[in-house]
């Protein structure tokens, strides 16, 4: 549609018109946050996998006892 319209226009029938969608490039802001993300979660993670270890380890002990 925009071709048409710009063809009439410039009345030029040869004219040509291109869009072209391309996202910019990430930046340095988003590339730390993504970063700091995944270490934050790593960090998250092994602080739950720890708690889940002593938890059994304790629980085991707690049922020796008993």
């Known amino acids: 549609m925009y071709e048409s319209i710009l063809r009439v226009a410039t009345k030029d029938p040869s004219f040509k018109f291109k869009l072209r969608?391309?996202?910019?490039?990430?930046?340095?802001?988003?590339?730390?946050?993504?970063?700091?993300?995944?270490a934050g979660l790593i960090v998250f993670m092994t602080g739950i996998?720890?708690?889940?270890?002593?938890?059994?380890?304790?629980?085991?002990l707690v049922v020796e006892r008993i």
């Not at 969608?21 to 995944?38: D, G, H, L, Q, V």
């Not at 996998?49 to 085991?60: A, C, N, P, Q, R």
């Open 21 to 38: 969608s391309t996202p910019f490039p990430p930046t340095y802001e988003i590339k730390y946050r993504m970063k700091a993300f995944s």
């Open 49 to 60: 996998g720890f708690t889940v270890l002593i938890t059994s380890i304790v629980s085991y």
